[in-house]
C-alpha cells in the first residue's frame, strides 16, 4: 500500500513537469501590434508571409497577430500603410526566439520543447516595436503622359532650336 501511495505520489509530479512548456506559460501565442500613422485615417493592410491579407482597416489600430505560423515555423507579416497623395510605407512585422523557451530544458518539459510550444507559437516573441509612421508627400506626377502632334508653325523659337532633324 505504501509502494503504491509513492508511485502516485512520484507520477503527480512527474506528469506536470513532463508536459509543462515554459514559452507557453511565460510568452503568448499572438501579441498586439499598435499601428499609428500621421495623417490618421491611412489605409493599413497586413499580409502574412503567403501573401494573404490577415488584416485592413484605418490608421490608428491595434491588430493581435499569431506569432507561429505552422510547427517550428515564425510568423512574418508586412504592414502596409497608404493615403490618397503620400507614399506608401511598407514596415515588416518580426518575431524573434523567447529566451523562456530554453526554460523547457530546465524544467524538464521535453513535450513543451518539441510539441506544446512549437505548435501553439509560444517560441517567438514579438521582435517590432509599435509602429508609427509619418507619410510623405507623393512626389510621383498626376499627369497622364500624352503624344501631340503639332504644326512646326506653332512651335516657339527657342523650342525650334532643339529640334532634330529626322531623315
Known amino acids: 500500500m505504501r509502494r503504491a501511495f509513492i508511485k502516485v505520489t512520484m507520477l503527480a509530479i512527474a506528469l506536470p513537469t513532463l ?4 514559452a507557453t506559460i511565460f510568452g503568448h501565442s499572438s ?25 485592413k482597416g484605418a490608421s490608428p489600430a491595434t491588430v493581435t497577430l499569431k506569432s507561429g505560423a505552422g ?4 510568423a512574418e507579416y ?8 503620400y507614399a506608401e510605407q511598407i514596415i515588416p512585422v518580426n518575431y524573434k526566439l523567447n529566451g ?25 516573441k514579438l521582435d517590432t516595436p509599435p509602429i508609427n509612421v509619418t ?10 503622359p500624352t503624344l501631340k502632334i503639332v504644326d512646326i ?4 523659337q527657342n523650342m525650334k532650336d532643339k529640334l532634330v532633324r529626322v531623315k
Do not use: H, R
Open 71 to 74: 510547427f517550428f515555423g515564425k
Open 19 to 22: 508536459f509543462s512548456s515554459c
Open 31 to 55: 501579441y498586439p501590434v499598435s499601428i499609428n500613422s500621421n495623417p490618421t485615417g491611412a489605409n493599413v493592410s497586413i499580409t502574412d508571409k503567403k501573401g494573404k491579407e490577415v488584416y
Open 153 to 156: 508653325a506653332n512651335i516657339p
Open 100 to 124: 523562456w523557451y530554453f526554460g523547457n530544458l530546465l524544467i524538464g518539459g521535453v513535450l513543451g520543447m518539441l510539441i506544446v510550444d512549437p505548435a501553439t507559437g509560444a517560441m517567438w
Open 135 to 144: 507619410l510623405s508627400k507623393s512626389t510621383a506626377s498626376t499627369e497622364i
Open 78 to 85: 508586412q504592414v502596409k500603410i497608404s493615403s490618397t497623395g
